[in-house]
Structure formats: C-alpha cells, structure tokens
C-alpha cells in the first residue's frame, strides 16, 4: 500500500504563489510517475501536472503551462507542485496521486491510470 499526504494549500490573492508538497509512505513512488490533479466544486477531477518516475520528463494541462511547475525527490519520496500568477479559477482541492504502471508514462493525463490518490487539499485564490 502507498499513502499520500498533500501539503501547502491555503487562501491566497490572485498572483500569489503556493507551493504544494506531496509525501508518500508505504512504498517507494520512486518507480512511478506522479500527477496532480484537482477538483473544483460541482465539476469533473482534471489533470493538472504529471511527471515521470526519473522526474526527466514532465506534463502540463493547458491551463497552468507556464505557471506551474511539477518536481519530484525520489530520495525522499516526494512531490511538489510550484504554483506562480495563481488566478481565481485555480481554485480547487488539489490532489496527488500515483500512476498504476511501474516505469510508464501511458495515458498520464488520465486519471484512470493512477490507482493511489491522498486526500486532497484545499487552495482557494481570491481576486
């Protein structure tokens, strides 16, 4: 079993950054890529961010290409998301998650593809 534990998320003013850390126990994620997503009330889970298990290779959705920035530390088995201009639209609870595949990046913009998922938290950007 693995356990995530999302971190860093709070109420800020539009422009502001936050900076999102992802914790994981049970089991390395070392050998998985990792995503963001987040869940805006009344509306579907989408991806945000994903990156691939060496951390070589990384994924953006349209939306926060060129605001955020998704990193990992395999050492100590983490995640972060850097989250610069934030906007009142990126309001959502925000989650991490790991991809089903060992070594495989197939669909990682899918959120069928990540079997372990932490609970969630919240960032709100208020304009």
């Known amino acids: 079993q693995v356990q995530l534990v999302e971190s860093g998320g709070g109420l800020v003013q539009a422009g502001d950054s936050l900076r999102l850390s992802c914790a994981a126990s049970?089991?390395?994620?070392?050998?998985?890529?990792m995503g963001w997503f987040r869940q805006a009330p009344e509306k579907e889970r989408e991806f945000v961010a994903a990156?691939?298990?060496?951390?070589?290779?990384?994924y953006y959705a349209d939306a926060v290409k060129g605001r955020f920035t998704i990193s990992r530390d395999n050492a100590k088995n983490t995640v972060d998301l850097q989250m610069d201009s934030l906007k009142p639209e990126d309001t959502a609870v925000y989650y991490c998650?790991?991809?089903?595949?060992?070594?495989?990046?197939?669909?990682?913009?899918?959120?069928?593809?990540?079997?372990?998922w932490g609970q969630g938290t919240q960032v709100t950007v208020s304009s």
């Open positions: 990156i691939s298990w060496s951390g070589g290779n990384t």
């Open positions: 998650a790991r991809h089903s595949i060992f070594y495989s990046t197939y669909d990682i913009t899918q959120r069928t593809m990540y079997a372990y």
């Open positions: 049970g089991r390395t994620v070392s050998t998985n890529a």
